[in-house]
């Protein structure tokens, strides 16, 4: 599999112009731009996670998902593979997009615009906590499996390095808060932070967050 | 028409207790209950607004707009029509709820996720602004026309009467925010103030806004 390199995030090319800028003018960096690293805010569509069991149930003995997009955190994709969601209510949702890798169990996030497509209230979890939670049917071009559990919300998160949580003081299951700016501006508390020696600085909402605040790759976006 | 009076709405009663609690433990009232009107924020699925003549295009000569439901504000409801949209791509959102009474403009009021659906993005604009904008076919039972403009995203906004605003300190066109509480709490920046005599106070946020924070009738909610 050959990885091509995507061109690096705008926040990714701001971050490094800003401080440029600021050190020929000889002037003292503000603090979003002392930051040892770019924020970048992303929205999440709804997607899954799978077992590699799972995969093969969906797509075929010994089918590995394929790369459609890197994502931003190293070694994560969006796989061109997607499936059909059945919800408890018989509803459908089509084009489910799978991530990769695989993971030790099987998870779908979704929005509330979705829920409501759907006909039940999501819960609103942190990835990986699904202990009661709904379940649904999961189809793909090879077979279906019923999933008993797993159905979610995910709270909206930032990702952060040990450098990043020194820089803005916090620890692993702190709350932050994201500005949003732009014309229809808004501030999400309760960002839940989630901290790992590989994950780059990165804040993930859903379509419904990006959606009431128009988030656009160049809306002014600022960590509290 | 006879028009049913619907039940108090939620934070009527709660306003109305809150007050009546701190009085009889003869306790000073804190600033949101001290308010002049309990606050009532309504999320504003996507609908429209006709005049008389389009009515009579769409539902035949002489008709008149039935209510489904009253809304908060006085003499405003949610008709029984409902009209088919079809957007400049072709695409088509079905059931889309009428307001009235009738206007002196066609306007339709979607949120970000229905103008994707649509496949086009969305102008943000305070209601009755529309030069410019992109309009869309309007189909009925008894016929169909084009709106040549006025299919907008509808900026956040709070009815206030002027006993509202001396309160808050704010005028007409001014901006406040939304503090809206809850697991998925967040705070709604550029909330336009539109002022009338006639008005009862209550924000609107559209359904992606509604859904980004998860808004139920007991969520918290303040107005700063």
Not at 158 to 182: C, N, Q, R, W
Not at 185 to 201: H, M, P, Q, W, Y
């Amino acid at each position: 599999m050959v990885a091509i390199s995507p061109l690096p995030h705008r926040a990714v090319v701001e971050h490094l112009v800003r401080q440029s800028v600021y050190q020929r003018l000889g002037k003292p960096l503000p603090r979003p731009a002392a930051a040892p690293n770019p924020l970048v805010v992303n929205v999440s569509a709804r997607h899954c996670h799978l077992t590699q069991e799972s995969v093969e149930v969906l797509f075929g003995k010994g089918h590995q998902l394929t790369v459609h997009k890197w994502l931003y955190q190293e070694g994560q994709f969006a796989a061109k593979e997607t499936l059909t969601l059945i919800g408890p209510r018989s509803r459908v949702i089509s084009n489910l997009r799978i991530l990769g890798p695989c993971r030790s169990l099987n998870q779908v996030e979704l929005a509330y615009t979705d829920g409501i497509a759907l006909g039940f209230e999501l819960p609103l979890r942190s990835s990986g906590n699904i202990k009661g939670t709904l379940g649904c049917m999961l189809m793909g071009p090879a077979g279906f499996f019923e999933m008993t559990e797993g159905v979610i919300r995910a709270l909206r998160h930032v990702h952060m390095s040990p450098e990043d949580t020194a820089f803005y003081g916090v620890k692993g299951g702190d709350e932050m808060a994201l500005k949003i700016g732009g014309p229809c501006a808004l501030t999400l508390d309760k960002l839940l932070v989630r901290v790992d020696k590989s994950f780059k600085l990165e804040v993930h909402i859903d379509t419904d967050e990006g959606n009431a605040c128009n988030l656009q790759a160049d809306t002014p976006c600022e960590l509290i």
